[in-house]
């Protein structure tokens, strides 16, 4: 049974900082490409970044320079460093894991940007 647990949420104030995780399971962690998405109240869900097997990379323009994706195949989980907060990050993250015509969505995690 495939499972993807994310962790890390919470609130924390403009500027600061917070680290998510996801612990994928049943399934072989390191052959899929991995992704955080997003979703804000009354929005679509938009992807935040993503990390392939071999480790390239790619964000939203919107987090460029504030948030590092990396993921530890050894510990089958994936992280978003998420620094300079701001309040329009605020939503519920999710991580997905990809390959060619499946996926898996975790549970989502919510992050909170508020003074």
């Known amino acids: 049974q495939v499972q993807l647990v994310e962790s890390g949420g919470g609130l924390v104030q403009p500027g600061g900082s917070l680290r998510l995780a996801c612990v994928g399971s049943?399934?072989?962690?390191?052959?899929?490409?991995m992704g955080w998405y997003r979703q804000a109240p009354g929005k679509q869900r938009e992807l935040v970044a993503a990390?392939?097997?071999?480790?390239?990379?790619n964000y939203a323009d919107s987090v460029k320079g504030r948030f590092t994706i990396s993921r530890d195949n050894a510990k089958n989980t994936v992280y978003l460093q998420m620094n300079s907060l701001k309040a329009e990050d605020t939503g519920v993250y999710y991580c997905?894991?990809?390959?060619?015509?499946?996926?898996?969505w975790g549970q989502g995690t919510q992050v909170t940007v508020s003074s």
């Open positions: 990390i392939t097997s071999g480790g390239n990379t």
């Open positions: 997905k894991a990809i390959r060619l015509a499946r996926d898996y």
């Open positions: 049943g399934y072989i962690f390191s052959i899929y490409t």
